[in-house]
């Protein structure tokens, strides 16, 4: 279900596993509880969330004070988050930024709107990995439920294996959170996480890739 990567006495972070919920559903704990039991933690706060679908780090807080401090970087976009996503088909354009309100659709979906009230933020760059695979490299300003999903969808690209929003059918959704960055009480971490799962996700190309990328941050990214 997830793996621990860090933990000091403020906060922990885990990679979690491609298909398992966040919060308890249907009486089956979710990765929060889990977490929270494994580790015989007392206190624990959710800094933030994946889809069930999605793989990757995940931040959690120990004390009131982290979570205060953490929740409010994430809320003002102060947190560099990268993500990874593998489609079929070459986006519109081989980099650009994604923004607009988002609403609920049919199917628990959601789709973007024209409008910018409190608009979904994303950036992405894409570039080739094998015959039929593209890498597209995401970094999104926001938060929003299902926000990248949508807006890969929304340039022509979207994520293999994500149904859902026309992506074709495949062994797992490859959308996965692989880096993370933030400050805490002044000083400065970052994490990277690879796939664990996904048989392209595992290939020689794609790590082959990863490896001459190195650190997310020093690309040159659309401004969002």
Known sequence: MFDVIWQNADALVVHKHAGVDFHTDAGAPGLFQQVKRQLNLTELYPVHRLDKVTSGLVLMAKTQTANRELCQQFAAGEVEKFYLALSAKKPAKKQGRVVGDMAPARRSAWKLLRSQENPARTAFISQAVSPG????????????????????KSVGAPILGD????????????????????????????????????????????????????????????GV
């Not at 597209?136 to 807006?151: D, E, F, N, Y």
């Not at 996480?193 to 392209?200: A, D, I, K, N, V």
């Open 133 to 152: 695979v593209r890498l597209q490299l995401v970094k999104p300003k926001t938060g929003k439920t299902h926000q990248i999903r949508v807006a890969l």
């Open 163 to 222: 149904t859902l929003y026309g992506g074709a059918p495949a062994d797992r959704v490859y959308l996965h959170a692989y880096q993370l960055a933030i400050v805490l009480k002044g000083q400065h971490y970052r994490w990277q996480s690879l796939p664990q799962t996904g048989e392209l996700f595992l290939q020689a190309e794609f790590l082959q890739c990863m490896q001459a990328l190195g650190s997310l941050d020093g690309l040159s990214w659309p």
